[in-house]
């Protein structure tokens, strides 16, 4: 399995930036699939996760109201849709099957600044 992540750049406060992540081979439709981010000298954290069949979301706390996470199974993609964004969203952001994890790939680098 491989997944590619893209769409990430540089925004300003209070823009938005759509990331799509590409995933080959045959778990996508009936995964779980998330967004999680890196920021320098952080943990990697879950931002977003949605069910195989897209009826179900998730999200983490910090951008609950901002973020969407969306699929599209025919397409094996999965998005995320962030609005509003802030400072603290800058971060290397990955997505991943979360119940089981594969290789991260290189990610996206959103940077926003203030």
């Known amino acids: 399995v491989q997944l590619q992540a893209s769409g990430g750049g540089l925004v300003q406060a209070g823009g938005s930036l759509r990331l799509s992540c590409v995933v080959s081979?045959?778990?996508?439709?009936?995964?779980?699939m998330a967004w999680y981010r890196q920021a320098p000298g952080k943990q990697r954290e879950l931002v977003a996760q949605v069910a195989s069949t897209g009826a179900s979301t998730h999200y983490a706390d910090s951008v609950k109201g901002r973020f969407t996470i969306s699929r599209n199974n025919a397409k094996n993609t999965v998005y995320l849709q962030m609005n509003t964004l802030k400072p603290e969203d800058t971060a290397v952001y990955y997505c991943?099957?979360?119940?089981?994890?594969?290789?991260w790939g290189q990610g996206t680098q959103v940077t926003v600044s203030s």
């Open positions: 991943n099957v979360p119940y089981d994890l594969q290789s």
């Open positions: 081979g045959n778990i996508f439709s009936i995964s779980t």
